[in-house]
Structures are given as structure tokens and as C-alpha cells.
């Protein structure tokens, strides 16, 4: 997951690059490359933020599982009494939800912690209002 979020990153910085426009003058070129270089350093930050946000929260969620796996293998030898495969069984059902709540998480994850995220929700939210108000 980390690798797939840096490669992303990699990508827009790349794209970035070569959609620059090249009709600026050149005495504003200087200024105007150093803006957009802050802004995409903003950007690359928020980026990376949401990526460390997720992925925490992704290994945060499924932890029990594992724990849960290593568990059931170790004591898989035993003889198991019907209270602790209950205790087993209320276990894995939570950690499968916990599990599973990862995923759906990511919304709130990003509308948590990036600006940037938050900032195109919202252009985007303005799009669908005004083409609904057109119709």
C-alpha cells in the first residue's frame, strides 16, 4: 500500500511537470516557477499525509486479524473447551469487523486530515449544486 501511494505520488509530480505552461513570460518565470513549486510541495505534503494516515489506520485495523491467526494456530494442537472456542469464535468476529472497517474508513480519513482533500470535496460539491441547478 505504501509502495502504490509513493508511485502515485511520483506520477502526479511527473505529470505536474509536463503540463506546465509555457506561455508565461520570461521575466515572471522565475516567480511564477517558485510559486508553483510551493504549491506543488504543499500538495506533495498533504499527499504523503493522507498516505501515512491511511496506512496506519489500514495496519491499526488489521492487526487483530493477525493476532487473531496467529492465535487460532498456536493453540490449533490443544483440545479446546467449549468456553474458549466461544471467546475464540467473539474474537475473530471482532476483529473481522475491525478489519472491515478499515476500508470504509478512507473517506473520513482524508476529509480528516488534508486541506487539500477537503478543498476539491468541496469544488466538487459546488459542481454538482450548480449543474443540479441548471437542470
Known amino acids: 500500500m505504501l509502495t502504490f501511494g509513493l508511485l502515485t505520488i511520483r506520477n502526479i509530480r511527473q505529470t505536474v511537470k509536463r503540463v506546465l505552461p509555457n506561455n508565461i513570460p520570461i521575466q515572471a518565470q522565475p516567480q ?6 510551493q504549491g506543488q510541495k504543499a500538495t506533495d505534503r498533504q499527499l504523503i499525509q ?3 494516515m491511511q496506512c496506519t489506520f489500514f495496519i491499526l485495523t488489521s492487526s487483530p ?3 487473531y491467526f496467529f492465535y487460532s494456530t498456536a ?4 483440545v479446546v473447551s467449549a468456553l474458549q472456542a466461544a471467546r475464540l469464535n467473539m474474537f475473530m468476529s ?7 472497517t478499515g476500508p470504509c ?3 473520513y480519513i482524508f476529509t480528516l486530515s488534508s486541506q487539500l482533500f477537503r478543498r476539491e470535496l468541496i ?4 459542481r454538482l449544486w450548480r449543474t443540479m441547478q441548471r437542470n
Open 123 to 126: 469544488l466538487l460539491f459546488r
Open 105 to 107: 474508513m478512507s473517506f
Open 94 to 100: 471482532m476483529a473481522n469487523y475491525v478489519a472491515l
Open 50 to 52: 493522507m498516505m501515512l
Open 75 to 78: 493453540i490449533s494442537d490443544g
Open 32 to 37: 511564477t516557477q517558485n510559486i508553483l513549486q
Open 65 to 67: 486479524n493477525v493476532v
